[in-house]
């Protein structure tokens, strides 16, 4: 079994679409993916797994009950994962 790629903060904010300062917050808070430090306590090193920030975004899919706005919301769902796809493509898609 190989080794899995690991994300900086940078590179999760890139995958996601997001500013790194909205990722540390979600790490801040506890809300964000499970991600991996070593090192000292303030200058430790922050990485995150592709798998684990993947299930994180499986973890808080939100889908509408509602048939109508369903069919709307699995279009938009479409939309953003074909606008992640070559940021998928290149860190990987565990």
């Known amino acids: ?3 899995e790629k690991l994300l900086t903060a940078e590179e999760v ?3 996601l679409g997001l500013k790194v300062s909205s990722v540390n ?3 801040w808070f506890k809300e964000g993916p499970a991600y991996i430090k070593w ?3 303030t200058n430790g090193c922050i990485r995150y797994r592709v798998s684990d920030v993947n299930k994180w975004l499986e973890e808080n899919k939100v889908t509408n009950q509602s ?3 369903s069919t709307n919301q699995s279009t938009d769902n479409d939309q953003k994962m074909e606008r ?3 940021l998928r493509e290149k860190y990987g898609n565990a």
Do not use: I
Request: hydrophobic share 30%; no cysteine; aromatic share 6%.
């Open 1 to 3: 079994m190989g080794l």
């Open 13 to 15: 904010a890139d995958y």
């Open 25 to 27: 917050r979600m790490r």
């Open 39 to 41: 090192g000292g306590k």
């Open 67 to 69: 048939t109508n706005q």
């Open 84 to 86: 992640l796809r070559p």
